[in-house]
């Protein structure tokens, strides 16, 4: 097109309110980290050195590295091949192991976790089972194995969902086009369609192994000493500066995996178009193929399901009434996730309108900022604040202002990328046209960019509502004591051991996922068929 | 108005007679704008007046500033340098900047800028909040019916055809009144079939209202089809600005020439009464405007594809000789260009009925078969031929500039 038609008048008029308003915004969100660094440069350089070079710390170190490369690995495993059958062969039931595949996201791996434990541990639902025919005792549940299969289990889809999207757009005249080179099936697999969706997959991968890194609940259950549960166990036992150090360390990695995954997104090539019929034909290969399909479903979701309608049947009246489940949970939990959902929707409005609308260096900074979110693990954003809320802002300390706060940070991401979307959307010659016929810029603003953008505003504030009912460990690190929501009452469950009292909140937050994947499905159009 | 040594200061003041003392009672002034994005300089220096009622296009080709311009005008965008005003009032210059709300201008979007959620009648009210409901209701059914759209009130734009949103972009635009109106390429986003018929629609409708008018086009054939007067713009500049047959038939830069339509330039040498041309001698009156003082001068005339005739060696008389070569040859379905090299190595183009029938390499004679008057340039501000680059610095050996079909695969 025109190269004079420079349409978002970029940078020559920022407007002042809004750019005040989203450093503001950028300020609070960096400001636990910040504070966290802080707290990290008090402890001596020397001690600092020393506590880290300490054999315990460094096993945490390759505890984490081990999981996070055995996760990953193994999700690329299980979520090339099932995008691969899904897409592009002629698979039995396919549609249904087409949504199957993707369903495991919806259950947080922690409580994944807990009914693996609950199933397969010792004396679990599984091994009395198995008692009458003679089976002592299952191998050992807890520690890597389980921490490595259950994350795998509820992070695959992340592999799964953008290799589905990769194939899906991949233009199948070029396999057409291999074969009559006399390239064999696996041949042109390999040379053709695996370069392709390569980025997507490392794409995948990299969010698998963000998760695995900053996830506490699964090695918390597993009793798996990766740097998430140490940094907490640490901090229960006063060994602060510890877990500030392991923290710091902790984020530093996170940083490293997103330079490597925007180093990855780089080499992305653009393709797509031309489609043809071309349907792998799977022959004998169905049944294993078939076998393959169900057992990764049925593994991921029947066993959670099952472990938790069996408690659920069973009633959880023979414990004490302190674990007894109160419908005020789930008032709690709602409360506070519509208000982290309201002060993100607010908080990212103005950034994500200048990142969109007046992209700077500044405005790019802004929305970067905000991002800190993704980088940092709840665990640590809950340390932050609370050596920020103790030392320095004991007025909210122990208040649902901070708890909101921790959500805000964890969760911006959400809101802003998707109003982000939604304003660029927005035909810029739009509210010039309102302009250019009388409407000042905010009336421009309110009666024609504020009514499109709606849905997105919408989605976003749904999305981070959502997300923030299923927050674990900055809810148990920042909730004011006696505060309790479905989740910290599935914590206290598991922790009293009384398993039976986290089916309902369990379930009630199954339901909460799912309908927080139908908001993604339905935002970005993601296609079952 | 003639070609003369200082084309680039007639331009700029537009020698076709709109000069300092008119300029008093145009609607619109520019005078001296500049724009720059960062280091790069889009608007250099540009002067336009625009009068009452006319409908004026600007001109040129991607990344002249022509859009720009646009946007300096209607207040979206801020002049680096000089000023605008409207109807006499400064809305644009040292200091002063208007917003495009408080302007009076009414814009059509290239794209239409329809909002998506309003239906057509409220996309048209969308201007008039100030009216009362029944005078808003009155001038939205007036404007409705003056494109032809009362049909389709309730209608979203989704639901229209590119040349009903175009209507409806049109209608919201002029619903508030405005002392002048915008519109950015109206008709890039329509199927050809649709643009010619548009074009008519759209200045009938223009007419009827009078609107004062500023267009914004790259499509020459549009500019000269729809504009009282149009405006050639190049690099930031105005090359020239006149009523769309003498910039056609008398251009006053070669760059002019070759924007619009193909332009071939013929090497001459004035002599006494003739031209001695490759193609033979030329009577000096053909040649428009000749001062005397380019006696015994090199020039070169402007000559358009119709103004050729090529014969093929067969079809030669006995004493002719051919004096060119086609090394290129363009079937277009009514009429067939073909591209000459001439034996002294000039390129010209010749237009012929698609029944020609030159083959390609043949020898042929080109003679000159116009009965108007030519067009020409001194041979010493040939483009890259020291000083004389005036912008139009693009159209060596007669090459057609700046035309999107030129014969460039020869």
Known sequence: METDQHTPDAGTDLPIATTVASAAVAAAVLLPLLWLVRTGLTVGFDEAISLLTRPATVAVFVNSAALVAAVTLASICLGVPLAYLTVRTDLPFSRLFTVAASLPLVIPSYIGAFAFVSAFGPNGAFQRLLAPLGVESLPQIYGFPGAALVLTLYTYPYVYITARASLKSFDTTLVDAARTLRQSRWKTFRRVELPQIRPAVAAGALLVALYTLSDFGTPAIMRFDAFTRVIYVEFNTFGTETATLLSLQLVAVTFLILGLESLIRGEERGGG????????????????????????????????????LTWFARGASDVGRSLAFRPEYVLNSVGVSAAAAVAATVAALPVAYLAARHRTRLTDLFERATYVGYAVPGVVLGLALVFFGTQYATAVYQTLYLLVFAYVIRFLPQAVGSMRASFLRVDPALPEAARTLGSSPSTAFRRVTLPLVAPGLLGGAALVFLTTMKELPATLLLRPSGFKTLVVHIWSAYESGYFGHAAVPALILLGVSALSMLVIISQEGYNVK | MSNNASLSDSAIDGSDGIDATDAEDGVLELDGLYKRYGDESVIEGLSLSVREGEILTLLGPSGCGKTTTLRLIAGLERPNGGSIRLRGEEVAGAGVHVAPEERGVGVVFQEFALFPHLSA????????????????????????????????????????????QQRVALARSLAPEPEILLLDEPFSNLDVDLRVQMREEVRRILKATGVTAVSVTHDQEEALSISDRVAVMSDGQLEQVGDPETVFQHPESRFVAGFLGYASFLAGFVHGDTVETELGSVSRDQIHGLAPEYDRTRIDVLVRPDDLRATPEPRLDADADPNGTVVGRRYLGPTILYEVELDDGTSLQCMHNHDAGIPMDARVRVALAAAHDLSWFPADQRPGDGDGGDGAARGLNGNVVGHPDALDDA
């Open chain 1, 273 to 308: 178009g031309g489609r043809s019929r071309d349907t792998v034909r799977l022959g004998r290969w169905r049944y294993p193929a078939v076998a393959f399909c169900v057992a990764v479903t049925t593994l991921a979701l029947v066993v959670p399901l099952g472990i938790l």
């Open chain 2, 121 to 164: 009648a409220e996309n048209v009210a969308f201007g008039l909040d100030d009216w009362s409901a029944d005078e808003r209701e009155a001038r939205v059914e007036e404007l409705l019916d003056l494109v032809g759209l009362a049909e389709q009130a309730d209608s979203h734009p989704d639901e229209l055809s590119g040349g009903q």
